[in-house]
């Protein structure tokens, strides 16, 4: 007499367990990375803001902007490096000040960079100084970061200004490591999500 074998499978009630725990591991992964997401645009803006803060307080102290101090190497007995003073005519507009300006900002004990480079921010970009940006639109210096993805850019541009990004105190380009901050238009009125972006703020 034949046997017959008895096929074993899977109850709705074991399924719908699977699916559960699946559901759930999507649910913590992605709520993980909002929180990082979160995180990275909140680090972002302190930042901003810190950076703000200290550029204004050197300028207010010495009464020259940092990076274009032409007397920073009598000022601060700590500048180290061939290259230590601006050349004072008001503007940080050269490759050399935009370095300097952190330096200067680091031997005043403004900020609390470990070399004279332009720190990074959370973006694996970094803060910058440009003598004005975007064609004109922005004329006095601006402080930028670059490589920002569409989802930092809306938050930092939202809760700093009016979210918008060719119009306010920040504005926007897409993000190109060739990209000329100074002489390139902030046409981004939106934030596309499969871009990165160049921020740049009023000092």
Not at 110 to 135: I, M, Q, R, W
Request: with cysteine; aromatic share 8%; net charge negative.
């Amino acid at each position: 007499m034949k046997t017959r074998s008895r096929q074993q499978g899977f109850t709705l009630v074991e399924l719908s367990i699977v699916l559960v725990i699946i559901g759930l591991i999507i649910g913590g992964v992605l709520t993980g990375q909002q929180i990082m997401q979160n995180a990275r645009a909140t680090n972002a803006i302190n930042g901003i803001q810190a950076y703000q803060a200290q550029f204004q307080t050197y300028t207010q102290n010495y009464g020259v902007l940092p990076g274009d101090d032409k007397d920073a190497d009598e000022r601060f007995s700590n500048l180290t490096g061939t290259t230590v003073i601006g050349d004072g005519n008001g503007k940080i507009d050269s490759a050399t000040e935009r370095t300097l300006a952190w330096a200067h900002l680091q031997a005043a004990g403004l900020v609390k960079n470990s070399t004279a480079d332009e720190p990074a921010n959370p973006f694996s970009g970094t803060y910058s100084f440009h003598n004005g940006a975007f064609n004109s639109t922005f004329t006095t210096t601006t402080l930028c970061l670059d490589q920002v993805p569409a989802y930092a850019a809306q938050v930092i541009d939202s809760k700093l200004d009016d979210g918008v990004g060719d119009s306010g105190s920040i504005r926007a380009i897409a993000y190109s490591s060739t990209a000329d901050i100074e002489k390139t238009d902030a046409n981004i009125t939106t934030y596309s999500d499969e871009k990165t972006y160049i921020l740049c703020t009023r000092m």
